[in-house]
């Protein structure tokens, strides 16, 4: 009989850890599908279907191997819905002698699988997931005693420290720059083909009659001929290869774009497969790198750089920052926004082309890619005021690879500035100029790219200077916004106060719009 039972959430499906090396017949792995996990927010019906199909084929992998595993399923009598009631019936009924599990990512589940373990009667134990190039302090220690967080310095280091992209002196970048940012900010024009989305043979509807079962409110649709994530590492390595064949070569370049007809571009949709950890962002880098290197006519180093630091900087900053500011993070408000997000968040039903777009897809896929997050749907929320307790909600809600260490860092910082500059520099806020400078959303619009004020007139624009002129307390002092303001002076005090008018009649009619 095994005499250790250890707990694997199911963001910690991590087929490569030294855990699972050998099978050994006194330990007993257990997973479980919680009723509490399903409705702490009101999340994607997609988003729990792909994590239960994960643990699930995880699991009977395990079990190929020799491992021995309990499983719980949504649905099973015997299950509680919570993991401490759980663990403790498990624990009991088969006389485990000895508790262990893995370091969550999720602070809430940090906090409650410590206490749950500290009170129990048996020795425990916790251990590094061993997935993510850096650990949980190492960006605290490196800005120790500063107040924002240098991504690009974050950056550096790590390519540094794992030899990623660097010449042979260790020291200096291959081509002896760090950062091709500025050639990765192109509209997609449609002569470069798309790569079609590979579609799964999944076998959703036993998780989805569980879901309907057990009466958990979800968001979205699901349709099983259109599934398209990747829940098996099988699934996952064959989509990183296929991945770095077609879209690699034009990621770079189009990775800002949207499109009305193509709401996947040239990204690789592998983001829920790194943060279940079925793959590690050190295999992935290093398959596209490895492509580059046989190919590099084909695949620009602005390509290949574009998607490492998407990975290597810019994950592991995210994760970074989560474990250096929370729990206080998830309170953090800085320009003190009240309002309530906005009905059709839900439903996509707005004028507005590049909201009902991008909410659209994301109701559909459970997926929108990161400058529809961050310069569609949360530059709205930001300029409209929208409390950063609902923007977050939302968020972690809504989307596939939403789990909180990666979600809030990019939603309360980088899109909302509600941590007053901890991520970003800058509020991350545009006018409509932006969106048509990345789009084709503005072409078939209700509203007028171009007006500030007046019938039809969009509202990014107005929303736009309004917001500036509401916070000038807080933002003029920032350099960086040096334009913004000068560009706001240059308004007459009549354009301004028409401006601000029609600003204020759109947050007073926000579900209308």
Known sequence: MPKTLRLLLGDQLNAQHTWFRQVNPEVCYVLMETKTECTYVKHHIQKIIAFFLAMRAFAEALQQQGHQVIYLRLDDP??????EQNLDHIIATHSFERFEYLFPDEYRLDVSLRQ???????????????????????????????????QERFYRQIRTEHQIL???????????????????????????PIPPTPR?????????????????PTLGSVDASQWIWYTTRQDALAALQYFVAHCLPYFGTYQDAMHADEPFLFHSRLSFALNVKLISPLE????????????????????????????????????????????????LNFFGHQRELPQWYWNGQTQMRCLQQAIDQSLKWSYAHHIHRLMITGNFALLAGIHPDQVDAWYLGIYIDAIQWVEITN???????ADGGIVGSKPYASTANYIHKMSNYCKHCAYEKD???????????????????????????????????????????????????????????????
């Open 116 to 150: 749950y373990a500290q009170q129990l009667s048996l020795p425990y134990g916790a251990y590094d997931t061993e997935h993510f190039l850096t650990t949980r302090g190492q960006l605290a220690q490196m800005f120790r005693g500063k107040k924002t967080y240098l």
């Open 284 to 331: 992935v880098v290093k398959a596209a790198i490895e492509a580059w290197q046989a190919n590099p006519e084909r695949i620009g180093f602005a390509q290949i750089e574009g998607f490492v630091r998407q990975i290597i900087g810019w994950r592991e900053y995210m994760r970074g920052v989560y474990w250096a500011q929370m729990p206080d993070y998830e309170q």
């Open 200 to 216: 799964l043979r999944e076998s959703i509807a036993p998780i989805q009659e569980a879901i309907q079962q057990m009466e958990i």
């Open 78 to 83: 015997n299950n509680l819905h919570n993991f």
């Open 451 to 513: 007006k500030r004020v007046g019938e039809k007139a969009c509202p990014f624009n107005s929303l736009y200077w309004a917001f500036y002129e509401q916070h000038r307390d807080k933002l003029a002092r920032n350099s960086r916004n040096a334009l913004v303001y000068k560009n706001l002076d240059k308004l007459s005090e009549t354009e301004k106060a028409a401006v601000l008018a029609q600003a204020e009649h759109y947050l007073a009619n926000l579900d209308r719009l």
């Open 166 to 192: 660097m010449d042979t002196d260790g020291k200096t970048p291959l081509t002896g720059q760090w950062n091709y940012d500025v050639d990765n900010r192109n509209r997609y024009d449609g002569k470069v």
């Open 411 to 417: 939603t309360r910082g980088m899109s909302q500035f």
